[in-house]
């Protein structure tokens, strides 16, 4: 099997999976603008292929929105893939160095904090599962 194509599949499964939890997959600039200035609160998962995100990052991504309380918008950018979307999503996140994977919280378009990749790398699932759903306890509405 040819390695791009390979690839291909790893991105095409790891996309399905986000959109499949109900994240809303943007691609473009245009498509990050309109979905990080919205009102309400955010959660921004930016992927990527590394074992981190199959293991720990998607699996936390899915599982923590079953929770009380959760974000109103759950977006997802794909890192090495949709190269200016994400370049353009970095500038909501001011203050935080370019990380993938990771995950930014943002309130009425305004960066709150981020869960960055040392804050995934090197913990389970579950772990990152705890640190979202604290955010949510923090920021967001019961549903």
């Not at 691609?27 to 990080?36: F, G, H, R, T």
């Not at 959660?43 to 995100?53: K, Y």
């Not at 960066?111 to 920021?139: P, S, Y």
């Amino acid at each position: 099997m040819d390695f791009n194509m390979f690839m291909n599949d790893v991105v095409d499964v790891a996309r399905q999976d986000m959109r499949e939890a109900g994240y809303e997959e943007v691609k473009s600039p245009d498509d990050v603008d309109k979905a990080l200035t919205r009102e309400g609160t955010t959660l921004v998962m930016i992927n990527s292929v590394c074992g981190c995100a199959g293991g720990v990052a998607r699996p936390a991504a899915t599982n923590a929105i079953h929770y009380d309380k959760r974000p109103n918008h759950l977006v997802t950018i794909f890192a090495g893939q949709d190269r200016e979307a994400t370049e353009k999503a970095r500038t909501y996140f001011e203050g935080y160095p370019p990380s993938s994977p990771s995950f930014a919280f943002l309130k009425d378009g305004k960066i709150v904090t981020m869960i960055e990749r040392h804050d995934i790398e090197g913990f389970t699932a579950m772990d990152v599962v705890g640190k979202l759903q604290g955010l949510f306890d923090e920021h967001c509405e019961e549903i």
